[in-house]
């Protein structure tokens, strides 16, 4: 018996996309794919310098660029000569929505012009995203997700207070900067709907980091002060002393406030708790009674106390496993979770309950890939499970022999010639 059951309908159906970003913007591409769009991922001719191979997939740059490019399509095209920039012409009459990742200089260079290509496909949507926005001191500058982090503030707030700060350890400026311009192509695609008109989206790195700022933004306008860097040790604003977030254990590392920080009666049952449990194995060590340590009066311990404590605290969690902890957490209502590696993640009972994780098929990398599914659940439409990434020009045929007529011989001209 054949299913015929007609597959539900996805956010974006029909709708074209032409990806022109380098590797700052790939993650909008893979997003709207996921919302059903037909996503082309134009390449220059023998792939993206970030794809890497199979004999190199196991490396850093990699592994991202596969992840990135889930559920894409791939094409060739040389935007280097002319010949390239009339073929891009004819996949955008085709075509919903532009996004490229080119600063000022470089759209120059290859001859893009927004306000020319509104006039000529006013239903198109345009897309840019850059480190610093299309206008501005900075629009022609290139910079690193670690730049962006830095002049967006990130990395001020990062890290631990007596130390220099630290980026944080993914491109979060690239994956905002590319999330957020799917979000605003989203709205903009809704409003055509309405106008008939496509518009210019100008997305800035810079200001998405900013954006994630907003409570350190509005602690300098409402105090004159920066917001307290917090890392594995930090030290609260209304607090004169400097306490742990994240502890060592038997195996791993736990993320566990015993003292300090607010908290309320949470933060009094837990360390309540805590201290029976520690009491129970021979760990009651007078310091653990010696004064009220949370509650209204946290504020009047001293470092050299706090210091004196946290020994005796580390000593006994050095004695316990993660899932021993966090088991007991669960128990007794500790504030305390896992420090959870890739694997860790991977093997998560909540995420494999809600089926997060989707396998995905792909030679090219040695066997089968276990990456994350659909970032959010609809009910009517939903999101496209992730597919494998494509094959540098694998559908060069379909778009340009299928899509835009060309034949087999002008396709072989082409492809001898390097325009694609």
Request: net charge negative.
């Amino acid at each position: 018996m054949t299913d015929t059951a007609t597959p539900p309908p996805t956010l974006l159906a029909g709708l074209r996309v032409v990806d022109l970003t380098t590797v700052e913007g790939h993650v909008c591409g893979r997003i709207l794919a996921s919302m059903g769009a037909d996503v082309v991922k134009v390449e220059p001719p023998g792939g993206d310098s970030t794809r890497g191979t199979a004999a190199d997939a196991d490396s850093l740059g990699a592994a991202r660029w596969w992840a990135e490019n889930l559920g894409k399509k791939s094409i060739t095209l040389n935007l280097e000569v002319e010949a390239g920039r009339e073929l891009l012409e004819r996949l955008l009459e085709s075509a919903d929505v532009l996004v490229h990742s080119f600063t000022r200089p470089t759209l120059e260079r290859l001859g893009i012009d927004h306000a020319e290509l509104s006039l000529r496909y006013p239903r198109l949507i345009q897309a840019a995203i850059t480190p610093f926005g299309l206008d501005g001191p900075h629009s022609s500058f290139e910079a690193t997700d670690l730049t962006i982090q830095a002049m967006g503030g990130h990395m001020y707030v990062t890290g631990d207070d007596d130390r220099a700060p630290v980026r944080v350890g993914v491109p979060v400026a690239h994956r905002h900067g590319g999330a957020e311009a799917a979000a605003a192509i989203s709205v903009a695609y809704y409003e055509r709907q309405v106008s008939g008109l496509g518009q210019v989206i100008d997305v800035s790195m810079q200001e998405c980091v900013v954006w994630t700022m907003l409570n350190t933004t509005m602690t300098w306008e409402l105090t004159g002060r920066n917001e307290v860097r917090g890392g594995a040790v930090r030290r609260e604003r209304s607090s004169p002393i400097y306490t742990r977030l994240v502890w060592r254990c038997n195996d791993g590392l736990v993320h566990f406030v015993p003292v300090g920080g607010g908290g309320g009666r949470s933060r009094v049952k837990s360390w309540d708790r805590l201290v029976s449990w520690m009491e129970s194995e021979g760990y009651g060590a007078p310091i653990l009674r010696a004064k009220e340590w949370n509650g209204e009066h946290q504020h009047d311990i001293s470092q050299e106390e706090y210091d004196a404590l946290s020994a005796q605290i580390q000593a006994f969690l050095l004695t316990k496993t993660v899932a021993v902890l966090y088991d007991r957490a669960v128990v007794d209502g500790l504030l305390l979770a896992p420090v959870a590696t890739v694997p860790d993640v991977l093997a998560s009972r909540q995420l494999d309950d809600r089926q997060f994780f989707r396998v995905i098929e792909d030679p090219a990398l040695g066997g089968p890939a276990t990456v994350p599914g659909p970032f959010a659940r609809f009910t009517r439409t939903p999101l496209v499970p992730p597919t494998r990434a494509p094959r540098v020009g694998e559908h060069n045929r379909e778009i340009y022999t299928d899509g835009l007529g060309l034949s087999d011989d002008e396709l072989a001209a082409l492809t001898a010639t390097g325009v694609i």
